[in-house]
């Protein structure tokens, strides 16, 4: 790994809270870090998430790892943060648009690649969290659940975008029409994630995985993320154009040349996300 520069931006870590960030060479890992209880969201935890991505984007990461803290990954929304008084109950709309569809969509749009660590309990909007990312890796004893049928409501933080899309629709209705509990074994062979793997080696795997991208061409990879996720809603020529342009765009890129001579060399190549 050549030096860090002088002008290396500075990197702020996260010891302590609910949310932690710590840098391992050029990945960021966020953990959500409410051991005792699955590491379900409060409006404290949604505030620091939010304070961790601003560091881990301020701090030049090149790939972003996101895990959780003991043996759940999230349980999604701490129910014991909400007002059930009559006349005065949450707004779970205002709840989900100020805090968990910005994190959607910031996950979603980052520039960089995203891998998630299930490492435990994936549920409601933890579940819906996890898929956001864009590999997810889960040991075996993980399991994913649309829990939010069984307190009377539909799944939120993209849950109803994504299931369809990357299940198909029986099962996807099945899972959150049941909220019945899917293994994370059961979601790699229905293409839900993408790897399941014995619990000791999860968190050594995803990150020689996250370091592995952070060494890839980076502009590239968040080109890969915007086309994939355009596809969904994009006509054929609309997506044919995209390809053009992005193509064209990365074609006078640092790293596509890099790549080039490299192979051209026969030598492994240095990419800069540049």
Known sequence: MPPTSSHAPARASLESGPILLRWQGDVAVVTLNRPDKLNSFTRDMHRALVLALDHVEAGGARALL??????????GQ??????FTPGHATDLGELINTWFN??????????LPVVAAVNGTAAGAGANL?????IVLAAKSASFI???????????????WLLPKRLGMARALG????????????????GLIWEAMDDPLLQEQAMALATHLASQPTRA????????RASATNT?????????????????????????NAFLEKRAPHFKGA
């Open 175 to 190: 899972l959150a029409m049941t909220g019945d509990k899917l293994g994370a074994e059961e979601a790699e062979r229905w």
């Open 236 to 260: 054929l020529d609309e997506q044919l154009d995209m390809e053009r342009d992005l193509q064209r765009d990365l074609g006078q890129s640092h790293d596509y040349s890099e790549g080039v």
């Open 102 to 111: 910005p994190l959607v969509r910031r996950l979603q749009a980052l520039p």
């Open 66 to 75: 996101l895990t959780g803290a003991g043996r759940g990954f999230c349980a």
């Open 78 to 83: 701490d129910l014991a943060d909400l007002d």
């Open 130 to 134: 996890a898929l956001a990312c864009d």
């Open 146 to 160: 649309q829990a939010f049928v069984k307190i009377g409501l539909v799944p939120d933080s993209g849950g109803t």
């Open 221 to 228: 990879l968040a080109a890969i993320k915007q086309s994939m």
